[in-house]
């Protein structure tokens, strides 16, 4: 799994890249021709929003640019259950996102530097999910053959009643949590397996693969 499958990347990934590419070369080594590079994969970028728990996407206005580049703002396409698609290249991007309510902003938030980039498990669609309060997460959850999994959430070692109730989709079961440990119980079909201190980080999504079995 991709670092605890972190579905975004943040800066500290950006400058990995930086200095694995960054090699000094010495002055008088001849430098070859470059070769000619394949255009970036492009990917479905899929952005959901959220106030605390509360999905609000269909209110919100949000614009993906170009990491740095805010001035050109790419082009907007919202799908008809209200969820905000765009396709783009592999790369690194700002959004931002603006939360009306009665023909008044009520909020605005900027989520800096995500990398979408075409990661296997992805399957070429990429979620990321900005919530206007400061503190939460989410978990996005699949199954290894693809599509939304079962699954409940607690707080780790809190068993006896669920965190958060599961926002589904055919593709995968997303939780809008307060970032800290929590532990999943996954059913399919007469099976239970349970999956101990998942990590869900601060303002980030997490993409989680259901193991074969209990981690």
């Not at 394949?38 to 640019?65: C, K, M, N, W, Y």
């Not at 498990?121 to 900005?130: I, S």
């Not at 599509?147 to 055919?170: H, L």
């Amino acid at each position: 799994m991709r670092c605890g499958i972190v579905v975004v990347c943040v800066t500290a990934c950006a400058a990995s890249l930086v200095a694995t590419d960054g090699h000094a070369r010495l002055a008088s080594t001849p430098q070859a021709p470059a070769a000619s590079q394949d255009p970036p994969a492009r990917l479905i970028l899929e952005l959901r929003v959220f106030d605390g728990s509360e999905e609000v996407t269909t209110q919100t206005r949000v614009t993906v640019h170009h990491a740095g580049a805010r001035d050109e703002p790419l082009a907007q396409a919202t799908s008809p259950d209200g969820r905000v698609q765009y396709q783009v290249p592999s790369g690194i991007y700002d959004v931002q996102a603006i939360h009306e309510r009665d023909g008044r902003v009520v909020n605005i938030r900027w989520a800096n530097r995500l990398v979408v980039m075409p990661y296997p498990d992805e399957a070429g669609r990429h979620l990321e999910v900005v919530n206007f309060k400061p503190g939460y997460g989410a978990l996005q959850i699949r199954a290894k053959d693809g599509g939304a999994a079962d699954a409940s959430i607690y707080v780790t070692a809190r068993r006896e009643k669920p965190a958060a109730a599961a926002f589904t989709s055919t593709a995968y079961s997303l939780f809008i949590v307060p970032a800290g440990t929590y532990d999943l119980q996954v059913r399919k079909g007469a099976q239970t397996s349970w999956h101990a201190r998942i990590d869900v980080p601060v303002d980030r999504t997490r993409l989680w693969i259901v193991p074969d079995g209990p981690e």
